[in-house]
């Protein structure tokens, strides 16, 4: 599985921003894929997962109220992370993530396939 994220820059507080990830491979459908992110210095935190033939969802509590997971198992083979009200502490490197589903989880080390990550700076 190859994935490839799009979508970061720099924005201000409040903005939105829409984060996409392609993938190529194994049969997208049957993959539960997720967004974590990282700051330097600290570890990578979960931040949403999305699984299941009915879209499934789970949130990291601190973007619950903000953000979206989605995914388009059709051509795209995309998840995408619409990010609202974008705050200073948002500020990461955004990694997307996948692993064999079903089911979900938000530890890295379950996770097997992982893209490069994309740059979101949010200024206050």
């Known amino acids: 599985v190859s994935l490839r994220e799009s979508g970061g820059g720099l924005v201000q507080a409040g903005d939105s921003l829409r984060l996409s990830c392609t993938s190529s491979?194994?049969?997208?459908?049957?993959?539960?894929m997720a967004w974590f992110r990282q700051v330097a210095g600290k570890e990578r935190e979960f931040v949403a997962a999305?699984?299941?033939?009915?879209?499934?969802?789970?949130y990291a509590d601190s973007v619950k109220a903000r953000f979206n997971i989605s995914r388009d198992n059709g051509n795209q083979k995309a998840v995408h992370l619409q990010m609202n009200n974008l705050q200073p502490e948002d500020t990461a490197v955004y990694y997307c993530?996948?692993?064999?589903?079903?089911?979900?989880?938000?530890?890295?080390?379950?996770?097997?396939?992982w893209g490069q990550g994309t740059q979101v700076t949010v200024s206050s």
């Open positions: 999305v699984w299941s033939e009915l879209g499934d969802t789970a």
């Open positions: 491979g194994r049969t997208f459908s049957t993959l539960t």
């Open positions: 993530a996948a692993m064999p589903g079903p089911g979900w989880s938000r530890l890295t080390e379950h996770y097997g396939w």
